[in-house]
């Protein structure tokens, strides 16, 4: 099946640190979305985006629309513990179906 | 307001047993669909529905069946349990086709021993 490569697969933070972190594919997407998903839940979207080029922002969190369409980037700024869990990325393509394809997810972690 | 409501939270079935995952989402939402999360995989596409009486395959179909005979609800069915289908279970709704992003439930967790 068609597949986003999600990167990195996992990261630890210290509170205060910004997070980067993205995901590619080799086709084009007409759409991202961002999403989190905290243990024992379901993801809950953080942020979707429509436009090449596209910057978005939801509070300390930023994503990005690549201008190829190919990728996007979700940074989190001054990361507070609560940001924990599991990040995943999501591409739809266009067409009567446009199902989502996710990403394999991030994970972040509190540095020890 | 509920929104996507998965039951149950979790079940443990034997080889071969059939049972049924519930969903119901209160938001009139047309698009629906069933996705599975296992370790380091991500979530994949089991079936989806356009509307009701309509749905279709996705990634994993196999070993499993979907109806839809209302906007509300879209059950999903395991024919006859196999090991492999020990995964957590994720409802979505979206009121667009994912546009907007899907509303997740929270997911039944589905051991097969």
């Known amino acids: 099946g068609q597949q986003l490569n999600q990167s990195p697969q996992s990261m630890f933070i210290q509170e205060g640190e910004d997070v980067s972190m993205n995901c590619t594919s080799s086709?084009?997407?007409?759409?991202w979305l961002w999403y989190k998903q905290d243990p024992g839940e379901g993801p809950v979207l953080l942020i979707a985006?429509?436009?090449?080029?596209e910057l978005t922002s939801n509070g300390r969190l930023t994503a990005q629309f690549g201008i190829t369409r190919k990728d996007s980037f979700l940074n989190i700024s001054a990361s507070i513990p609560s940001d924990v869990g599991i990040y995943f990325c999501?591409?739809?393509?266009?067409?009567?179906?446009?199902?989502?394809?996710f990403g394999k997810g991030t994970k972040l972690s509190v540095k020890p | 307001n509920a929104g996507v409501t998965q039951t149950p939270k979790f079940q443990v079935l034997k080889t071969g047993q059939s049972m049924t995952l519930q969903c119901a989402q209160d938001?009139?939402?047309?698009?629906m669909s069933w996705y599975r999360q296992d370790p380091g995989m991500g979530l994949r596409l089991i079936h989806y529905?356009?509307?009701?009486?309509?749905?279709d395959q996705g990634e994993v179909p196999n070993g499993y069946n979907v109806s839809r005979s209302t906007t509300e609800d879209f059950p999903l069915r395991l024919l006859s349990a196999a090991p492999s289908q020990t995964s957590v279970y994720f409802c979505?709704?979206?009121?667009?086709?994912?546009?907007?992003?899907?509303?997740f439930g929270q997911g039944t967790r589905l051991t097969v021993v």
């Open positions: 985006l429509y436009k090449a080029g």
């Open positions: 086709s084009i997407f007409n759409t």
């Open positions: 979505a709704s979206t009121r667009d086709r994912g546009f907007s992003g899907a509303f």
């Open positions: 999501a591409g739809r393509k266009g067409g009567s179906q446009g199902n989502l394809i």
């Open positions: 529905s356009v509307g009701a009486g309509i749905t």
């Open positions: 938001m009139n939402h047309e698009y």
